[in-house]
């Protein structure tokens, strides 16, 4: 069906046209029904990549993760940034805050800034880890949350501004 829909696609766009708007609409119907589209977009299973969120550390190292991982592992921790520690969160929030945009950026922020986020991310790992739950989050998705948010953490503690005294 494939072949036939991108053979039909490249014709004129004549006679074929609605063919090809047809087939295409049932492989877009037969994927979302066998959960391609779901394990795809949201749970980010496309070949082993995860595809929706991305956390930048540095230019050289980040982490991508789906959306249910993202939005977890990013919001959850918000609660754990106190007053003093408000420019640092909006610094690092701003791609969502301002821009709409699926990911965070620890880039330019210096020890005290990183740090300022493991802490508010590590309690709040600890806490989801110690209650069984995060937030709002379905049970279905917790391990595969935790197992994510475990490698951030690991990926943080390996970064040249990680301060191990400093740690919660």
């Not at 069906?1 to 047809?22: C, P």
């Not at 995860?50 to 991982?69: D, P």
């Not at 709040?124 to 709002?136: L, P, V």
Request: hydrophobic share 40%; with cysteine; proline share 2%.
């Amino acid at each position: 069906m494939i072949l036939e829909f991108n053979r039909l696609f490249q014709v004129d766009r004549g006679r074929h046209w609605e063919k090809a708007i047809r087939l295409n609409n049932q492989l877009l119907a037969e994927e979302v029904s066998q959960g391609h589209a779901f394990n795809r977009h949201v749970l980010g299973e496309a070949n082993g990549v995860n595809m929706a969120g991305y956390v930048h550390i540095t230019n050289e190292v980040g982490l991508s993760m789906s959306t249910i991982s993202f939005n977890a592992i990013v919001e959850f921790p918000r609660i754990y940034f106190d007053s003093s520690s408000k420019g640092f969160e909006s610094e690092i929030y701003e791609p969502i805050d301002e821009g709409e945009m699926d990911f965070i950026s620890l880039i330019e922020q210096d020890s005290h800034g990183f740090m300022t986020f493991y802490k508010a991310l590590s309690l709040a790992h600890d806490e989801s880890e110690k209650s069984g739950r995060c937030g709002n989050l379905d049970e279905q998705f917790f391990e595969m949350v935790m197992k994510t948010w475990k490698e951030l953490l690991c990926l943080l503690r390996n970064d040249t501004r990680f301060i191990a005294n400093l740690c919660p």
